[in-house]
C-alpha cells in the first residue's frame, strides 16, 4: 500500500488525517463525507473505510508493541494529552500529529483494528 503522510489541518482532525492517508483522499473529501471537521469517533472511522472500499475489523486490540501489528492497522493512542487517531502501515507509522515515525509516539495504552483494502 502506498501511503502518502498528511499533517493534521487542527489539533481535532487527527481522525480526517489517517483516513485520508489510508484511503488516498484529502482531508477535505474525509471531511465532507463525516459532515464533521472535529474529533472523529469509532463508528465515523469504520464507515469511512468501509465506504471507500477498505476492510476493518470489527475486534479491537491491545498491543505493546510493533512486531504485534498486522500490516496495516489503524491505531488508537493514549497520548500525554488526548486519545489519539494514528496509522501503521507495512512497518511505517504515519501519524498526523507527531510525523513519519519508526516506533509509536509517547502513548500509555494502545489499541489497533486490522485495515484490509479491498
Known amino acids: 500500500m502506498d501511503i502518502t503522510y498528511i499533517r493534521e489541518p487542527t489539533d481535532l482532525q487527527c481522525g ?12 477535505e473529501e474525509i471531511t465532507a463525507f463525516l ?4 474529533e472523529t469517533d469509532l463508528r465515523e472511522m ?3 473505510l468501509r465506504h471507500f472500499g477498505a476492510e476493518i475489523s470489527d475486534e479491537r486490540r491491545q498491543v505493546s508493541s510493533r512486531e504485534e501489528l498486522p500490516k496495516c492497522c489503524l491505531l488508537s493512542l493514549e497520548t500525554p ?3 489519539h487517531w494514528s496509522l501503521y ?3 511505517v507509522f504515519y501519524d498526523p500529529e507527531h510525523g ?8 500509555a495504552r494502545k489499541y489497533y483494528w486490522e485495515i484490509l483494502m479491498k
Open 100 to 107: 513519519v515515525m519508526s516506533d509509536f509516539p509517547e502513548c
Open 46 to 48: 469504520k464507515s469511512a
Open 35 to 38: 459532515g464533521n471537521d472535529r
Open 81 to 83: 494529552r488526548c486519545w
Open 16 to 27: 480526517q488525517a489517517v483516513l485520508a492517508m489510508v484511503l488516498g483522499r484529502t482531508v
Open 89 to 91: 502501515c507495512e512497518g
